[in-house]
C-alpha cells in the first residue's frame, strides 16, 4: 500500500477500528465505468459517522430543538486503494484520531466482503455554536466517550 500520510503503521492503525456501519453497495452508486463513483466514498463515511454519533448518544443531542450546538465538517480526505463494485457487501469503520478542545478528527477504512480495505480517509469535525458558528467545546464526557 502506498504511503498514506495519515497512517504510520497501518497494521497497528486498522487495530484500532471496532465500530462500523454495514453497506451493500446500491445500483445507482456506480458510473459509466462500473465502479463506485468517488463522491461516493464520502456518503459512505457520512453514514458512518452518523452511525457513530448515534450510538454514542451525540445526534440526539445536536438534533434537538433546544440543542445549542452542532456538528460541522471542516475537512474530507479519501485514499482510494481498491475498486468497488456494485452489489458488494462492505463495513464502513470509523473511529475518532483525536479530539481537540472542540475539534475531532475522525479516521475511516472500508472493507470488503474479503477484509481488505478498499477506501481509507479521514475528516476534520467541528462541533460549533448554531448562534455564532464558532467551536464549542467537548464535554469531558463525550471526548471519554469517543476515545473508547
Same mark, same amino acid.
Given at each position: ?15 484500532? +477500528?471496532?465500530?462500523?456501519?454495514? #453497506?451493500? =453497495?446500491?445500483? $445507482?452508486? %456506480? ?38 450546538t452542532m456538528i460541522v ?12 463494485? +456494485?452489489?458488494?457487501?462492505?463495513? #464502513?469503520? =470509523?473511529?475518532? $484520531?483525536? %479530539? ?21 480517509g479521514r475528516g476534520m ?24
Amino acid at each position: 500500500m502506498k504511503r498514506i500520510s495519515y497512517i504510520e503503521d497501518f497494521e497497528r492503525w486498522e487495530s484500532g +477500528f471496532s465500530f462500523y456501519n454495514p #453497506v451493500k =453497495v446500491r445500483f $445507482g452508486e %456506480v458510473d459509466m465505468f462500473g465502479h463506485v463513483n468517488n463522491v461516493v466514498a464520502f456518503t459512505y463515511f457520512e453514514e458512518a459517522r452518523i452511525a457513530l454519533f448515534k450510538e454514542l448518544g451525540f445526534m440526539q443531542e445536536w438534533t434537538h430543538g433546544s440543542s445549542e450546538t452542532m456538528i460541522v465538517v471542516a475537512d474530507l480526505q479519501c485514499n482510494f486503494i481498491k475498486q468497488i463494485y +456494485f452489489d458488494e457487501q462492505l463495513k #464502513v469503520y =470509523v473511529k475518532a $484520531g483525536s %479530539v481537540g478542545n472542540s475539534s475531532l478528527d475522525l479516521h475511516y477504512m472500508v472493507k470488503n466482503a474479503e477484509g481488505e480495505a478498499c477506501l481509507v480517509g479521514r475528516g476534520m469535525m467541528v462541533q460549533a455554536s448554531k448562534k455564532t458558528g464558532k467551536g464549542e467545546p467537548w464535554p469531558e464526557e463525550w471526548k471519554k466517550k469517543l476515545l473508547q
